[in-house]
């Protein structure tokens, strides 16, 4: 379901999907009456991936009966054809698929996040987004280059991947950006599959580079090989260099003073003690230097909020790996 976000008034109807109420398949009433969708569309997992789909009441559109463009006679009474609501809501339905988002955050909305548990990092994320709608887009509407990321480091179920997830539906569906999400294990195996197929990795590569949104989980996840460290720095390097909009989120403790203050710099300073490495030392100084100015960091501390009863946990499903082949 597409969530908004707590912005003014303004930002919501500047950048809110176009009316679609004369999208209805019975009569012009209200699309928000649906019971079905939420303007328009109906979230679901399939497979490994969250997909939106339109519900099926649009393709009964009155103005365009499905097709996406309606036609209307200009001021010299030429007859043109133009596209109409639906039209959008089938880019940004595109745009939402395309981000390939994992199936198991089917539910990880702005609505279903505990914002009282980590209001610190809820707020990192929507003053970011409303940041965004104001000074970050050009006058076409598309994302300007180098606008600061996010990046959240903590521990495992403390709600990274929740609040990134939401920031994506955020971005495709409201604002019409294009978006990739990836974790770097799932990107490793993918780029092994690739070799099998005797396919270059840069056809893999290319479009994190180029998407004008790219979210990298499990950051510093992996063996750290000289193969695994030069992936990572072709893809933050490129980012860097494109001044791509990029958000990440680590398991692995920051050892950036300007974003620690002194209750966690204790908190840090225990963990390296105890021998726990931080991101810097996975990455290596290069990537570390260009992610910490590409990103506005949060530590965000809590208990594992998967280890809450059943009720209380998003449905979780295990995504399937390429084969070693």
């Known amino acids: 379901m597409i969530d908004k976000l707590n912005i003014s008034a303004h930002l919501h109807h500047r950048h809110a ?12 009433a209200a699309l928000e009456n649906c019971p079905r969708c939420d303007e328009g569309l109906i979230v679901s997992a399939q497979a490994d991936f969250v997909r939106a789909d339109l519900c099926s009441h649009l393709t009964q559109c009155k103005t365009c009966r499905g097709k996406g463009l309606r ?3 200009d001021a010299q009474g030429y007859e043109l054809h133009v596209p109409c609501p639906l039209a959008a809501l089938k880019r940004k339905q595109g745009l939402f698929n395309g981000a390939q988002l994992p199936a198991h955050f089917e539910t990880a909305t702005w609505k279903s ?13 929507n003053d970011a987004f409303a940041r965004i709608t104001t000074a970050g887009l050009d006058a076409q509407g598309r994302l300007k280059t180098n606008v600061r990321g996010i990046g959240l ?17 955020a971005m495709t569906l409201e604002l019409g950006a294009s978006l990739r999400y990836t974790d770097f294990s799932r990107l490793l195996w993918d780029l092994k599959s690739c070799y099998a197929r005797g396919d270059n990795e840069s056809q893999l590569l290319r479009p994190l580079l180029e998407v004008d949104v790219l ?12 193969w695994e460290l030069n992936i990572l720095d072709n893809l933050v390097c490129g980012r860097y260099d494109r001044g791509g909009f990029t958000c990440v ?17 204790d908190e840090l300073a225990h963990s390296i003690h105890a021998g726990v490495e931080t991101l810097a030392a996975r990455v290596g100084p290069r990537i570390d230097s260009r992610l910490q100015s590409m990103c ?13 009863s059943p009720q209380q946990r998003l449905p979780m499903r295990k995504p399937s790996l390429p084969s070693r082949s």
């Open 249 to 265: 989120a680590t398991n692995y403790p920051l050892s950036t003073p300007s974003v620690i203050d002194n209750r966690r710099a």
């Open 215 to 226: 979210i990298v989980d499990e950051l510093g996840k992996g063996r750290a090989s000289d």
């Open 153 to 169: 480091a903590g521990p495992p179920g403390v709600g990274k991947t929740h609040l990134l997830v939401a920031l994506a539906r």
């Open 17 to 28: 999907s176009p009316a679609l109420s004369l999208m209805c398949a019975a009569d012009d």
């Open 113 to 125: 996040f505990d914002r009282n548990r980590q209001s610190e990092a809820f707020r990192l994320v």
């Open 71 to 73: 036609q209307v006679v």
């Open 296 to 308: 506005q960091w949060l530590i965000m501390t809590g208990d594992d909020f998967r280890s809450q």
